[in-house]
């Protein structure tokens, strides 16, 4: 139970949450805004006229930390000018740098917290009346943000070590959520209107090793489906390909999970692989792939890979495009290679010059939109279950289970209803494909 705590609504905080990265944080974002809640605060959706303001960082990146500094910064200035009562930064870039190191390249930051430290964060935010974080498992939907779609984090951590990553350094080992626990998070996010639940973790197929347990994500997904009403649709993201075997192909392709899978590649080359620390092989990686369409041929792949990585010759970046040609993903996304501070790639001989990976990139990300396209074409003339996302003027925009949010296209709807709403499901026959969107009508109520 939630601590009870007396305080004078005339002096109730308001409290802007701004959410950087990935949407991992937006499930920490939406426990933070809950505990906060909890506190006699107010969340409200403009950082101007706000009491505090609250930014979530990501420190996954060098590109990543540029951005979170220049909107740490844009917030600082909204400060100065009398915009907002207080910055306080909490989250990845805390625990990557340090609040010591970070106070003193941008001093005019009021107060910094570490991910999952709530009662620094409280006392950041109410100073020192602030109330023990009793409760840390409630989470309350930020102003502005979908209802209908929530994130649902099975762990925290991870205990691989790719030469290139620096989250175990900045998160730590793989801490899995107990299963009741997220069970119960999940009924309780769908009481709040959720409609789609997407899965998350740095990999969901390690979900539970920590705890001893074998087949842990199977087991959680019967768990969640005996648990939440029917029609509920349920996502996984992020499953690393070592991890992605028969079983939670055929499960994806038959059950009421949806057929669609987000797997960070990474590369393909054997050689790159290995300089990664990352284990498979060329023909491990598309045996899988091959297998997925074997048992569905329209199950919807997603792909996450890396170019210019140092070592990487010009005939392992042509190993990285035959298996996407090979493999035909519905989608890719690609980022060059950074060096991070503190990760042993950043180290490594043979650098890839900056030309030759942005080179790299246009290239692949060409080839991806001609397979992208391709697949798209299969569903000319198909009915599929087209989930809303916004409706206005007789247009709607939604996904079906080809698109995860935020990172896929999307479905147009033409001459929508004027009734439909956001979580409404409808059934729509798909009459033009682009490289990332298609366009549909709304089938006939009997097809």
Not at 55 to 76: H, K, Q, W, Y
Not at 182 to 210: K, P, W
Not at 326 to 341: H, L, N, V
């Amino acid at each position: 139970m939630r601590e009870t705590v007396q305080i004078d609504r005339t002096r109730r905080k308001t409290v802007f949450c701004l959410t950087m990265g990935c949407s991992k944080n937006s499930v920490d974002s939406e426990k933070m805004a809950g505990v906060l809640e909890s506190a006699g605060c107010d969340i409200v959706n403009e950082a101007a006229g706000s009491d505090i303001c609250l930014i979530n960082t990501c420190g996954f990146i060098r590109p990543a930390v540029e951005e979170n500094i220049e909107s740490i910064l844009d917030m600082v200035d909204l400060k100065s000018g009398g915009g907002t009562g207080r910055v306080v930064v909490v989250g990845c870039l805390v625990n990557r740098y340090g609040a010591g190191v970070l106070e003193k390249e941008i001093p005019d930051v009021d107060a910094w917290a570490g991910s999952e430290d709530y009662d620094a964060i409280l006392r950041a935010v109410c100073g020192d009346e602030a109330p023990a974080a009793s409760d840390t498992s409630s989470r309350l939907s930020l102003p502005g943000a979908p209802k209908h779609v929530r994130y649902l984090k099975l762990s925290e951590g991870c205990d691989r070590r790719c030469s290139f990553c620096a989250i175990p350094s900045i998160r730590g080992g793989l801490r899995s959520a107990p299963m009741d626990a997220v069970v119960a998070e999940a009924v309780s996010l769908v009481q709040d209107g959720a409609r789609e639940l997407c899965l998350v973790a740095q990999d969901l197929t390690a979900y539970g090793r920590d705890l001893g347990a074998r087949d842990a994500l199977l087991k959680l997904l019967d768990a969640l489906e005996s648990s939440l009403p029917r029609d509920i649709w349920l996502r996984l993201l992020y499953l690393q390909p070592d991890g992605v075997d028969k079983k939670l192909l055929e499960r994806a392709a038959s059950g009421r999970v949806l057929p669609y899978l987000d797997i960070p590649i990474q590369h393909a080359s054997g050689n790159v692989l290995s300089l990664m620390n990352r284990p498979g092989s060329y023909e491990d990686l598309l045996g899988k792939f091959k297998l997925a369409r074997e048992i569905r041929p329209d199950f919807a792949l997603r792909v996450t890979c890396m170019v210019g990585f140092p070592g990487e010759t010009g005939e392992d970046f042509d190993v990285l495009l035959r298996f996407l040609d090979e493999a035909r993903p519905d989608r890719a996304g690609a980022f060059i290679f950074s060096p991070e501070e503190g990760t042993p790639a950043a180290d490594l001989p043979r650098q890839v010059d900056s030309r030759t990976k942005r080179s790299r990139l246009n290239k692949l990300m060409a080839l991806q939109e001609e397979i992208s396209l391709s697949r798209q074409e299969l569903f000319l003339g198909r009915t599929i279950d087209v989930m809303i996302d916004a409706a206005r003027g007789g247009t709607a925009e939604g996904r079906s289970f080809r698109e995860a949010p935020e990172v896929d296209g999307l479905i147009e709807i033409r001459e929508a209803r004027g009734d439909l709403r956001p979580g409404d499901v409808i059934r729509a026959v798909v009459t033009g494909a682009l490289e990332h969107d298609m366009i549909a009508v709304e089938a006939p109520r009997d097809a």
